[in-house]
């Protein structure tokens, strides 16, 4: 156990819905990435908040958006969904940003859009 | 961008016998770090195992050492005395020694099922 919680852990629905996913870091990290692994993409990052602020943006598209609590949890949300957008999120926290630190991963959630 | 590649996208291995999983990696930066990740069927992303570049020593975590070679940009994965439980799927992953544009992320190869067999 990482440490690192995401709720919910399967979720499914239809095209076009809205979802949010939420992901609660290891006790005293600060730092949350978020990942997509598809098969057709692989595992990707997405996006990364620190104490509240966005960080770094990878290829997240624009129909996503992230938050980043001030309790330090985080949420992604996925508005318009596609069957493309169909895979596994990751959350992973670190302590900060220091270059050394490492990143635990949560289980993911599992998204399918019928 | 950096990118990771895993040419193998399947591997086999007898249990008590070892096997090397190859990755190489494009970059210009002299400052990163290398990782090994492990996913077994749970899903779960579990480390295995992290490289330092400006470390010349290789890593090494139990059965599991890393022969990196940072002029030929490779840096693969040995597994001695394999068990039933090193099945899984495992990926490369590089990360930048400093922030830049993706901050800290990780950047991940396809991966390599690795199937071992009694």
């Known amino acids: 156990d990482s440490g690192v919680t995401q709720t919910p852990k399967h979720l499914i629905t239809a095209t076009g819905q809205r979802v949010t996913l939420r992901c609660s870091p290891r006790s005293g990290d600060l730092s949350v990435y978020w990942y997509q692994q598809s098969l057709d993409q692989g595992l990707q990052f997405l996006i990364q908040y620190y104490n509240g602020e966005e960080r770094a943006k990878g290829n997240i598209l624009e129909r996503f958006s992230a938050q980043q609590f001030p309790d330090l949890h985080s949420e992604l949300n996925l508005s318009s969904l596609e069957l493309g957008d169909s895979a596994l999120y990751f959350c992973?926290?670190?302590?900060?940003?220091?270059?050394?630190?490492?990143?635990?991963f949560g289980p993911g959630t599992r998204l399918t859009v019928l | 961008a950096q990118t990771v590649t895993q040419s193998q996208p399947e591997m086999s291995v007898q249990e008590a016998e070892t096997v090397t999983l190859s990755c190489t990696y494009d970059t210009s930066e002299s400052d990163y770090y290398l990782f090994w990740y492990k996913q077994p069927p749970s899903r779960q992303m579990i480390l295995v195992i992290r490289?330092?570049?400006?470390?010349?020593q290789n890593a090494t975590e139990n059965r599991f050492s890393v022969n990196f070679q940072k002029a030929a940009k490779s840096f693969s994965l040995k597994i001695s005395d394999s068990q039933l439980g090193d099945a899984a799927m495992y990926f490369c992953a590089y990360r930048s020694g400093g922030p830049g544009g993706s901050g800290y992320a990780l950047n991940f190869g396809k991966g390599t099922s690795l199937l071992v067999t009694p």
């Open positions: 490289q330092e570049a400006y470390k010349q």
């Open positions: 992973a926290s670190s302590v900060g940003l220091e270059r050394s630190n490492e990143q635990f």
